[in-house]
């Protein structure tokens, strides 16, 4: 029962919500332009369905290169981090300055750089993905339990032995966890760096109805963006859990979580 | 962090461990550094090849510290002084299992083995063999939280055994243990022969009845600062005399 309820519950609030987005419309009598009733913004995602295909690879194909690159750049340098302690006294604070601009605010700089096209947009995500795996790993690495870092040397092991069997291993989950929260970020850094400049993807499709005060479009790419915000991060999380297999079965059963 | 052991080439034959006069003090805690500790003081143990000896001792006396530094590991913020002639490469098993959460059983048993540089099928060949000695055979693919304590610690005291370093340094190996698998995991390490083919163990323990069933020599250091009291052969028969002299040099006032 409880389990049902955890999915009934917010469901009939989001229903309750729609039908008063919809009753609420009708009866203030707005004009589409400034809101249009979900029902309006329904029948136009089946309209536009065909026709936005294109833009959702390409946004789906700048975030996912943009995490890729983010994730093999922030993992890299929390590894020269971890293992020099050099770097990690000159970089990691610029670096983390560095995060006090928001990449958002980048955008406009990278377009001047790498022009118009799919590069500029795999930056600006690979930027905004890249930190929160940084900071994820290094944290890892640092709380390495001295206890097997001891381990190691108490077989004569090295501190290349250190770090290759307990360091970069331990880094693995911490860096996967700052993957997710990437993930969350990548669709939205892609769609706006769209709004600046591109021939295709969902900022482009949202800037041209705006232009066109269609708003019901622009509520289609909304939707769009959550769902594939959601997709892209339930695929990192299932990557995640395949890479981690000895955490999959450690959490065997929640109190309170079974289905009654 | 001071370390001024002097460590020798391996002598040929002789002791297969043996340090003299170490003394391990560690500075004071607080802000005016006042007080420092101790640790051990003057301590000279000598373990032949061939010998299993135990070090047993009061909580706080410093015995894994000994271990530790037997083992090559410096304690952290402590200074090490006197004469070490590490005659060969030790193996060391700490208190706490060590496992690897990420690596599978067999892997786990394999780390020694790549560190010291084996060949992987030897290694691998071999660590099959003492899965099936250790009791842990079919369960080379378990995850580590998928095994139970004392199957924990015998995966631990394979990976340590596995590289066949010369000296194996074990400190409490079964200590996190309840009595019951404690004296089964004890029973059971007698049998195995730990000390021979050429090798020695030092094991720590506060168990003098274990000391007694696993040891041929014991070593009784003192309340802080540890030293020395009593090195005792254990005779194979009849330990009721050397575990009342045993139970004495460990609590002098007491009157076991």
């Known amino acids: ?260 | 962090m001071t370390s001024s052991l002097s460590t020798e080439a391996p002598p040929t034959s002789g002791p297969a461990l043996e340090v003299a006069g170490l003394t391990v003090t560690f500075p004071g805690t607080g802000r005016r550094a006042v007080g420092e500790v101790v640790a051990l003081q003057d301590v000279d143990l000598r373990v032949r090849v061939g010998e299993f000896v135990a070090v047993v001792g009061p909580s706080g006396c410093g015995k894994s510290t000994l271990l530790r530094v037997l083992a090559g590991l410096t304690p952290t913020g402590g200074s090490v002084s006197g004469r070490a002639v590490v005659g060969a490469a030790t193996a060391w098993m700490p208190q706490r299992d060590g496992l690897l959460p990420w690596r599978r059983a067999l892997p786990n048993a394999l780390v020694g083995a790549r560190i010291a540089g084996l060949d992987r099928a030897v290694a691998d060949a071999r660590a099959r063999a003492l899965f099936d000695e250790f009791g842990l055979a079919g369960f080379e693919r378990a995850w580590p939280h998928e095994l139970s304590g004392g199957m924990r610690q015998r995966l631990a005291l394979l990976r340590t055994c596995l590289p066949g370093r010369p000296v194996l340094l074990l400190d409490e190996p079964f200590g996190a243990l309840d009595a019951i698998t404690r004296r089964r995991m004890n029973a059971w390490l007698a049998g195995l022969d730990l000390a021979g083919h050429g090798r020695a163990v030092v094991l720590v323990t506060h168990d003098v009845d274990e000391a007694l069933l696993l040891a041929d020599r014991v070593v009784v250091l003192s309340d802080r600062p540890g030293r020395v009291v009593l090195d005792l052969p254990v005779p194979r028969d009849a330990t009721d005399g050397a575990r009342r002299t045993l139970l004495t040099a460990l609590d002098p006032r007491g009157g076991a």
């Open chain 1, 1 to 260: 029962m409880r389990r049902w309820r955890r999915v009934l519950a917010p469901a009939a609030a989001g229903l309750v919500l729609l039908v008063g987005w919809e009753v609420g419309v009708h009866l203030a009598d707005l004009p589409a332009f400034v809101l249009p009733p979900p029902s309006q913004v329904a029948r136009t995602a089946v309209e536009v369905a065909p026709l936005i295909v294109d833009d959702v690879l390409t946004t789906l194909t700048e975030a996912g290169l943009g995490l890729l690159v983010g994730a093999v750049v922030g993992l890299l340098l929390a590894v020269l981090i971890a293992a020099f302690p050099w770097v990690s006294d000159t970089v990691y604070p610029l670096v983390t300055l560095t995060q006090t601009v928001p990449t958002v605010v980048l955008a406009p700089l990278l377009i001047l750089w790498a022009g118009f096209g799919l590069l500029p947009k795999v930056l600006l995500v690979a930027l905004t993905a890249f930190f929160p795996v940084l900071v994820a790993a290094v944290t890892a690495m640092a709380a390495v339990d001295a206890e097997h870092a001891e381990m190691v040397a108490g077989l004569g092991g090295t501190r290349r032995h250190q770090f290759w069997l307990v360091q970069l291993p331990a880094s693995v989950p911490g860096a996967l966890g700052g993957l997710r929260v990437a993930a969350t970020y990548a669709i939205g850094a892609a769609v706006v760096a769209e709004y600046l400049a591109g021939q295709s993807g969902l900022g482009v499709f949202v800037q041209r109805s705006r232009k066109g005060y269609e708003v019901d479009q622009i509520l289609v790419a909304v939707v769009l963006v959550a769902v594939l915000t959601g997709l892209l991060f339930l695929l990192v999380d299932g990557l995640a859990r395949l890479a981690t297999p000895w955490q999959r079965s450690s959490h065997p059963s929640r109190p309170g979580r079974t289905p009654a």
